[in-house]
């Protein structure tokens, strides 16, 4: 079965960087496009970033652009986020999310979340 | 970018039928996913390409999609379908893959 486990959340001081882990297991992960979403205590979920099965194509919210970097490694069946120059406002749950197709589709899969805390 | 509307809360008795709506504009043209969201978990699809139920979910839910409003359909709603429901759509074109708010679905 579909298996998605994010990693590497916790408090960090605004300005800081962080970086999130989701080890991926039970489906080929380098056919499939991966996703970040994330969600704010009491909020909606809100979209962060996509990158396509084979990594050439990235996209990112705007409110995360030039700041956040999406990667991934197939070898390790690893998707990660590089966040850089936090603000308070990035304090969410952080989902990773396997999707339907290469790149596009449904958000077939989540993992359980991990939380960062952007908090002097 | 593209703006989904949905309601904040929809409240129905147990055993009725709960109709939560995603409007957008044109949305009938494009392709609509339902995630449900229990507090505390994850998110889980349960409709995807308007009204497509993936492998688990009940028959209880469906989906619909027409003009400038989607519909996720909860027939026969029980305690356990109480939840968050959000609509979403990308379709990998230049506009990113947006949420709807969320409807909070409470079962009296």
């Known amino acids: 079965q579909v298996q998605l486990v994010e990693s590497g959340g916790g408090v960090v001081q605004p300005g800081r960087s962080l970086k999130l882990s989701c080890a991926a297991s039970?489906?080929?992960?380098?056919?499939?496009?991966m996703h970040w979403v994330r969600q704010a205590s009491g909020k909606g979920l809100e979209w962060v970033a996509v990158?396509?099965?084979?990594?050439?194509?990235?996209y990112y919210t705007d409110s995360v652009k030039g700041r956040f970097t999406i990667s991934r490694d197939n070898s390790k069946n690893t998707l990660y986020l590089q966040m850089n120059s936090l603000r308070d406002e990035d304090t969410a749950v952080y989902y990773c999310?396997?999707?339907?197709?290469?790149?596009?589709?449904?958000?077939?899969?989540w993992g359980q979340g991990t939380l960062v805390t952007v908090s002097s | 970018s593209y703006v989904l509307t949905q309601p904040p809360s929809v409240s129905v008795a147990p055993g009725k039928t709960a109709s939560i709506t995603c409007g957008g504009n044109?949305?009938?043209?494009?392709?609509v996913h339902w995630y449900q969201q229990k507090p505390g978990q994850a998110p889980v699809l349960v409709i995807s390409?308007?009204?497509d139920r993936p492998s688990g979910i009940p028959e209880r839910f469906s989906g619909s999609n027409s003009g400038n409003t989607a519909t996720l359909t909860i027939n026969r709603v029980e305690a356990g379908d109480e939840a968050d429901y959000y609509c979403?759509?990308?379709?990998?074109?230049?506009?990113?893959?947006?949420f709807g708010g969320g409807t909070r679905l409470t079962v009296l």
């Open positions: 990158i396509a099965y084979d990594g050439n194509e990235k």
């Open positions: 999310a396997k999707s339907e197709g290469a790149v596009a589709g449904t958000f077939e899969y």
């Open positions: 390409y308007n009204g």
């Open positions: 039970g489906f080929i992960f380098s056919s499939y496009g």
């Open positions: 044109n949305i009938g043209s494009k392709n």
């Open positions: 979403q759509l990308w379709d990998g074109s230049s506009d990113p893959p947006v």
